[in-house]
């Protein structure tokens, strides 16, 4: 078996805006489990083999933090079958877009920002070659 990553826990503002977000850029995914305690409100969203831990939480006060500069996480990148179609449905929903780029000739990468301002990745791959999908000097 190789490692893979089953999944990342992300602490947003509103679980319903965090959702709303997920399932505009990929709506295949859907709710594998929710609930409340005393402190917060969590959803696990995704598909049978990975999802993302959402965590609702009340922030007195906001993180100060220069994305790309300082610790923590930068974005996340999600596989999907078509990037552009991705990139106009949150586009249509009103996402922020940071970029699309489609300079490399075995991929796609969009870039948005969900409402809490957390960067996401959406790439869609043109090629089913390894080393093609893996080449960074281009």
């Not at 947003?12 to 959702?19: K, M, Q, S, W, Y």
């Not at 948005?112 to 301002?117: K, R």
Request: a negative charge; aromatic letters at 12%.
């Amino acid at each position: 078996m190789s490692s893979y990553v089953e999944h990342a826990n992300i602490t947003v503002t509103n679980l319903d805006n965090a959702i709303q977000f997920l399932q505009t850029a990929m709506p295949e995914f859907s709710i594998r489990g929710s609930g409340q305690n005393d402190d917060y409100g969590w959803c696990h969203l995704g598909t049978d083999t990975s999802y993302i831990a959402l965590q609702e939480v009340v922030i007195e006060k906001a993180v100060e933090r220069v994305p790309y500069r300082q610790l923590g996480v930068n974005h996340i990148g999600f596989v999907v079958e078509d990037a552009e179609g991705t990139a106009e449905r949150l586009r249509e929903a009103g996402y922020q877009e940071a970029s699309f780029d489609k300079s490399h000739p075995a991929r796609k990468r969009a870039y948005f920002f969900d409402s809490d301002g957390m960067e996401w990745e959406f790439i869609e791959y043109l090629t089913d070659s390894i080393e093609s999908r893996n080449d960074y000097l281009l």
